[in-house]
């Protein structure tokens, strides 16, 4: 049997800002292939878990190995696509059209001076096909709706090609038809092009059916499962403090 | 009207003014949309101790700018990233720091003189031969690096933390970034002077951003204005015998209130 290295494996990750406790004690494997959603509590440290994994942040402790190598040895930074919570938080007025954006995933990948090769040109058609946003490929990002400024974001880390994406909370913002479509199509790039997809969510309500894995995150980890084992209400109890019925009709303002 | 340049010192201003005016535009660009103008206006400040200690030491003022202007880059970022201390702080102290010391060296010496004067405001007389040959020696590095990494720092500029993710050397071009606008700047003491330079690497950018488009049309347009304004601004101070670099402000001010008309909402 050929060995497979994790894309993660993340050992007793502990992250402390200013004395206080963020994570304590996080550990997880995440193979190649997985389907897996955090949710967690806002203030739990799901974003902190994320940028941890990402090397935005350095844990206080713990190890964290990527592809099976340490942080400092890894290289293949354009295999990890990332789409940030914050894009509409980006600069509105900034110079950019949806095309000069999505272009920006491929930079990393090139060489200095390089011109776009046909590889690239393809990449970033795919790209956009897939989230479609083609026919706005000449709009300024600052004149899109939020959702599509997310699906630009997302042809963004899509046109590096990468074996994972990891998307914080891809759907604020997002009305609930297109969140459907959202969700399918991160289910189809799981699926048929085996990418591993890691996102924070709240809709875990309506995505449980498809998640591979759950991870729960409120300063530890509680439960990294399949998904319909996980969610119990004792479990979001302990997760939310809360009733977990209130969670339910709570995400959606 | 083309009279002016029949004199060798109006083309060597011309050429120089136009070498500024294209890499002004181009790194200013980055600058201002990283929100980090202030830096120019520090960085010029530190060029004039540079200036200064040409100027008593007898070296070329211009060399010893390039030095200081890049040294004190290095330090602001050294103090911001290490230190982790206010941007605007940090660009303040250095700012008022490099001044104090400027006029310490000059007085010290008793240079107080009309040649600093033209530092100051900058002069289309003062650029000598010599001047040229710097200029163009490293305005074309500057040019290239700024070619080989565009793409890089418009990444950056948009998004830092995702170009950091998608494995750009986010922290070796940042520190890239300022030395290059540090050397742009010394260059540009003779023609602007170092009370004007920041002017001409903000506001090109400033007024082409008014017409939203997109980034390679908004630098292409910065360009033009810049060009627009070295060329105009010079062909006055030739004609009015005023600082170049005052007509040269005033030239893009005007172009600035232009954009804001135009592109009204």
């Given amino acids: 049997m050929k060995f497979i290295s994790p894309v993660f494996e993340v050992s007793n990750l502990t992250f402390r800002a200013n004395e206080q406790s963020i994570l304590e004690e996080i550990s997880l494997t995440i193979l190649p292939g997985d389907y897996c959603a955090i949710i967690g509590p806002n203030g739990g440290g799901k974003t902190t878990l994320i940028r941890l994994l990402l090397g935005l942040e350095k844990p206080t402790s713990g190890h964290i190995k990527l592809f099976g190598q340490p942080f400092k040895k890894f290289k293949r930074w354009s295999k990890i696509g990332y789409v940030p919570q914050r894009a509409a938080g980006l600069d509105q007025n900034f110079p950019a059209t949806v095309l000069e954006v999505v272009k920006m995933g491929r930079i990393a990948t090139q060489g200095f001076f390089a011109k776009a090769t046909r590889e690239d040109r393809e990449a970033i058609e795919e790209a956009m096909t897939k989230m479609d946003v083609t026919d706005i490929q000449n709009k300024l990002v600052g004149e899109l709706s939020g959702g599509q400024r997310q699906r630009v974001m997302i042809a963004r880390a899509l046109a590096s090609k990468p074996e994972v994406l990891i998307l914080d909370e891809p759907n604020t913002g997002v009305d609930v038809i297109s969140q459907k479509r959202f969700y399918k199509l991160l289910k189809e790039l799981n699926a048929q092009e085996k990418m591993t997809i890691i996102f924070i969510t709240h809709d875990i309500g309506v995505i449980a059916d498809d998640i591979g894995r759950l991870f729960t995150v409120n300063q530890t980890l509680l439960t990294c499962n399949n998904p319909k084992e996980a969610i119990s209400c004792d479990d979001m109890s302990a997760l939310y403090g809360i009733d977990a019925h209130l969670i339910h009709n709570h995400h959606h303002h | ?265």
Avoid: C
Wanted: hydrophobic letters at 60%.
């Fill in chain 2, 1 to 265: 009207m083309l009279e002016m340049l029949s004199y060798d010192f109006m083309i060597r201003a011309f050429v120089a003014g136009i070498i500024i005016a294209i890499l002004a535009a181009i790194s200013g660009s980055f600058i201002v949309l990283r929100r980090y103008s202030m830096i120019t206006e520090t960085l010029a400040h530190s060029a004039l101790v540079g200036v200064a200690v040409g100027v008593i030491a007898g070296s070329n003022p211009l060399w010893m700018a390039v030095v200081a202007a890049l040294l004190s880059a290095w330090i602001i970022e050294y103090l911001r990233s290490y230190f982790h201390l206010y941007s605007d702080s940090v660009l303040a102290i250095m700012l008022s720091g490099s001044l104090a010391l400027a006029v310490i060296i000059v007085s010290l010496a008793g240079a107080f003189n009309s040649s600093l004067f033209s530092y100051l405001f900058g002069s289309i007389l003062s650029v000598t031969k010599n001047d040229l040959v710097v200029m163009s020696l490293f305005g074309v590095i500057a040019l290239s690096l700024l070619g080989v990494f565009y793409k890089q720092l418009y990444f950056i500029a948009y998004d830092e933390e995702v170009a950091r993710t998608s494995g750009i050397k986010v922290d070796m071009l940042n520190f890239l970034l300022v030395s290059i606008v540090a050397i742009i700047i010394a260059l540009s003491i003779r023609i602007v002077g170092t009370l004007l330079i920041g002017a001409m690497m903000v506001i090109p950018t400033v007024a082409a951003l008014r017409f939203r488009q997109g980034f390679a049309k908004t630098i292409l347009i910065a360009l033009l204005f810049s060009v627009v304004a070295v060329i105009v601004g010079m062909s006055s101070s030739y004609f009015f015998s005023l600082p170049s670099g005052a007509t040269i402000v005033l030239t893009l001010l005007f172009i600035f209130i232009f954009s804001l008309i135009v592109n009204r909402r």
